[in-house]
């Protein structure tokens, strides 16, 4: 499904400049709108694999880019922060 989104969202890449339409032909779109939404979708496909919306212990969980915002049922901090620490574990990046 990941791959599938990266490849959706980089067919056609076009950008306007100076009143000129471009193409881009090679590597992945850099354009602001684009890479938050990559940003997203990479995040949400970490986080769909692992069923962080639907946790017993989670009631509500949302992210936008690299801020989240969350509502925990623990003990205390440290359990909260270990539950998300090994709960979602995103490659080359961790959420503190």
């Known amino acids: 499904m990941f791959r ?3 490849s959706i969202t980089n067919k ?6 100076d009143g000129k339409i471009y ?3 090679r ?4 354009e602001i709108v684009s890479s ?3 940003a997203n979708l990479y995040s949400y496909f970490f986080e ?3 069923g962080v919306h639907s946790h017993p212990n989670i009631s509500f969980y949302g992210r936008y880019i690299n801020d989240c915002l969350r509502l925990v ?3 205390d901090k440290l359990s909260t922060k270990c539950l998300l620490e ?3 574990v995103f490659n080359n990046y961790t959420i503190e």
């Open 48 to 50: 769909d694999r692992v």
């Open 27 to 30: 590597g992945l779109t850099m």
């Open 36 to 38: 938050l939404d990559f």
């Open 12 to 17: 056609n890449l076009l950008c306007q400049f």
């Open 23 to 25: 193409q881009q032909v």
């Open 4 to 6: 599938e989104a990266l």
């Open 73 to 75: 049922y623990a003990k």
């Open 86 to 88: 090994n709960l979602i």
